[in-house]
């Protein structure tokens, strides 16, 4: 009796530990994605993906943040949507800066789209601000990054899970190159026009976020948009000619806890095939 009267509060003291290293310690992932025909001018070519950031602030200044991605070189960061909480724009545009400041600290272009989170909010003014301060606002464009006659087409689309994506509209202007898609999520509510219209334009990369990696991993049987028993949950997945990454993202949703579904820094580097 005296050991189990031992044993339960070092097992409830050993649970709490794991369920906060499981929810606040973010994990650097890095991803090697194998495209064909990538120019060798874009061989190793890295994105560090930040997604699902909510508002949140990892350390002061975001200095634990900007710790992990001082570790590896990289040449551009790409923010797939929900990095402002509801309805606190300016608290959530100041936690951003620290972020946005350190990679133009390196001469690094930022390129941002929109999450449901951020179009919930006074989305007019979060989009004029990071124009303002250099960020390349991708809705439902696209920029080209050049490197002597080889090219990249960094494609963004606003969320698609309220119908506001327009892929027409973002690769109007792409011809030859590499297309890489910014998207918070492929999937509309009952409708999966849009990831079917990405197979068709064969879209090299697409990178992702929206799920949380399902946050508490134990059985995937919902998420919003893709519906019942999701597919598409977390990580990297083969889609015909097309590859698309699906970032855990780095805040909760929700309930503030994560199992088996740590917060994720992801570094994509590209490659020949």
Same mark, same amino acid.
Not at 127 to 144: A, C, E
Not at 259 to 270: A, D, G, M, N
């Given at each position: 009796?005296?050991?189990?009267?031992?044993?339960?509060?070092?097992?409830?003291?050993?649970?709490?530990?794991?369920?906060?290293?499981?929810?606040? =310690?973010?994990?650097?992932? $890095?991803?090697?994605?194998?495209?064909?025909?990538?120019?060798?001018?874009? *061989?190793?070519?890295?994105?560090?993906?930040?997604?699902?950031?909510?508002?949140?602030?990892?350390?002061?200044?975001?200095?634990?943040?900007? *710790? @992990?991605?001082?570790?590896?070189?990289?040449?551009?960061?790409?923010? #797939?949507?929900?990095?402002? !909480?509801? *309805?606190?724009?300016?608290?959530?545009?100041?936690?951003?800066?620290?972020?946005?400041?350190?990679? =133009?600290?390196?001469?690094?272009?930022?390129?941002?789209? +929109?999450?449901?989170?951020?179009?919930?909010?006074?989305?007019?003014?979060?989009? !004029?601000?990071?124009?303002?301060?250099?960020?390349?606002? @991708?809705?439902?464009?696209?920029?080209?990054?050049?490197?002597?006659?080889?090219?990249? =087409?960094?494609?963004?689309?606003?969320? +698609?899970?309220?119908?506001?994506?327009?892929?027409?509209?973002?690769?109007?202007?792409?011809?030859? /190159?590499?297309?890489?898609?910014? +998207?918070?999520?492929?999937?509309?509510? /009952?409708?999966?026009?849009?990831?079917?219209?990405?197979?068709?334009?064969?879209?090299?990369?697409? @990178? &992702?976020?929206? #799920?949380?990696?399902?946050?508490? *991993?134990?059985?995937?049987?919902?998420?919003?948009?893709?519906?019942?028993?999701?597919?598409?949950?977390?990580?990297? =997945?083969?889609?015909?000619? &097309?590859?698309?990454?699906?970032?855990?993202?780095?805040? $909760?949703?929700?309930?503030?806890?994560?199992?088996?579904?740590?917060?994720?820094? $992801?570094?994509?580097?590209?490659?020949?095939?």
């Amino acid at each position: 009796m005296v050991i189990i009267l031992v044993l339960i509060p070092v097992l409830v003291l050993m649970a709490v530990a794991f369920c906060y290293h499981q929810t606040s =310690h973010i994990q650097v992932d $890095t991803v090697k994605v194998s495209i064909e025909k990538l120019p060798e001018e874009f *061989n190793d070519f890295t994105i560090i993906q930040i997604t699902d950031l909510h508002g949140k602030c990892f350390g002061q200044n975001q200095s634990h943040l900007l *710790n @992990l991605m001082d570790k590896k070189h990289f040449d551009i960061l790409v923010l #797939t949507g929900d990095m402002f !909480r509801d *309805n606190d724009e300016k608290n959530s545009l100041c936690v951003l800066r620290h972020i946005i400041n350190y990679v =133009h600290s390196k001469e690094k272009a930022v390129y941002f789209v +929109a999450g449901n989170h951020d179009l919930d909010g006074d989305y007019d003014y979060i989009s !004029r601000t990071l124009q303002q301060w250099g960020v390349h606002v @991708l809705d439902n464009r696209s920029v080209t990054i050049k490197r002597k006659d080889a090219m990249i =087409h960094i494609i963004g689309i606003k969320d +698609a899970l309220f119908g506001m994506a327009n892929l027409d509209a973002a690769v109007k202007n792409v011809n030859k /190159g590499i297309k890489i898609l910014l +998207a918070h999520t492929i999937f509309k509510r /009952g409708d999966k026009s849009l990831f079917q219209k990405i197979k068709h334009m064969k879209i090299d990369l697409v @990178l &992702s976020g929206h #799920t949380h990696g399902f946050q508490i *991993n134990l059985f995937p049987f919902y998420v919003t948009g893709e519906g019942l028993f999701p597919k598409y949950v977390k990580g990297l =997945h083969r889609i015909q000619q &097309s590859y698309i990454y699906i970032s855990r993202g780095l805040v $909760t949703s929700g309930v503030h806890l994560r199992l088996f579904s740590r917060p994720e820094l $992801t570094f994509i580097q590209l490659e020949s095939a």
